[in-house]
Every structure is written in C-alpha cells, then in structure tokens.
C-alpha cells in the first residue's frame, strides 16, 4: 500500500505527488557561533529514527506547499497528532 498524506491545502493524497524535504531538526540555528564540523553535522547528520519522527514534506504535483507531517518510518504510515497518543 502506497504511502498516503495529508497536504493542508489539498487533504490527503498519495505520496507520489510528494518530495521528502528531510527530518525536523527544529528552529534554524541563526546567530550561534557554529564551526564548520558542528555546521556539517546540523546540515547532514539524521537521528534516523525507528518510529514515528517529524519531517518536512513539499506537495510537488500539487499546491506546492511545505509543510510537517508525523510519520512511522517502519509502517510507513502517516500519524495524526502523536503527542496525543500516550
Ligand atoms: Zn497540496
């Protein structure tokens, strides 16, 4: 079963119309005083985590919004809201 996912503008298509923009690393570091290792690794070390992680998805064949969803990396699965799911 393909990869299914909720753009906020268009709603729930299939994850063909859709570009992986990464994991959720939080906010830009602006205005820390990085060296270039810790820059590196912001830029291209991933937790790539065995479960449910945040990640930037771009609706590509669609609206072309940016925008987070929660996803289980071993499903393959969008979920909704995990924080509530405790
Ligand atoms: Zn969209």
């Known amino acids: 079963m393909a990869?299914?996912?909720t753009c906020p503008v268009c709603g729930r298509r299939n994850g063909y119309e859709f570009r992986y923009g990464g994991e959720d690393k939080g906010a830009y570091p602006w205005g820390q005083d990085m060296d270039p290792r810790q820059w590196a690794e912001y830029v291209h070390m991933?937790?790539?985590?065995?479960g449910v992680q945040k990640e930037w998805w771009?609706?590509?064949d669609g609206c072309g919004s940016w925008f987070t969803i929660f996803r289980d990396t071993v499903a393959n699965?969008?979920?909704e809201n995990p924080e509530e799911r405790t």
Do not use: D
């Open 77 to 79: 699965v969008e979920v």
């Open 46 to 50: 991933n937790s790539c985590t065995a």
């Open 3 to 5: 990869l299914m996912i």
């Open 58 to 60: 771009y609706h590509r």
